[in-house]
């Protein structure tokens, strides 16, 4: 999918790639966040659909009580123009709006790491993904009123590699 980007994280929750009204919406990218590098704190939005589209697979990676499908799928791919993005998984949780897991700024590299160790601290299953200070983290979050009218799926990754399009 294209993830899209907007002024606000409003735009696209019910618009397509062309800006028309869809009840799926489009993936897209917190409007803090800069497309270009991907760096610290990426938080993309989706829906999940019934049909598997859009978000709908991350549920996979929660629903079932283990972390099998995280096991068998370990990592996710970002692709621009400027190349492959590799991402590792090490969190996958359910959480509300309640919870703010949505910072994109940080005030050190202490505050950064303490918050993404939360993240992982977070997550239904453990992993065993080091992560640092430096590191570059992408976040997935989608609607799971499961258990709360206001819930969210999230998924953690952080970047492991990168390689150039030929």
Known sequence: YNVMQAADNDYYLHRNIDGKHADSGSLFLDFRNDP????????????????????????????????????????MYTYSESGVGIWRIFSVYETTTD????????????????????????????????????????????????NHVNGRLVVNAVRVGSSILN
């Open 36 to 75: 270009e590098t991907l760096k610290g704190h990426t938080i993309v939005y989706g829906h999940n659909m019934n049909d598997g589209s859009m978000f709908g697979n991350l549920l996979k990676y929660y629903t079932g009580g283990n972390d099998t499908y995280l096991k068998e799928h370990p990592y």
């Open 99 to 146: 919870e703010y897991y949505l910072q994109t700024r940080f005030a050190s590299e202490d505050e950064y790491y303490t918050f993404i160790k939360d993240l992982q601290n977070k997550s239904a299953f453990k992993t065993d993904v080091l992560l640092k200070a430096t590191d570059d983290v992408m976040t997935l979050s989608t609607c799971y009123k499961f």
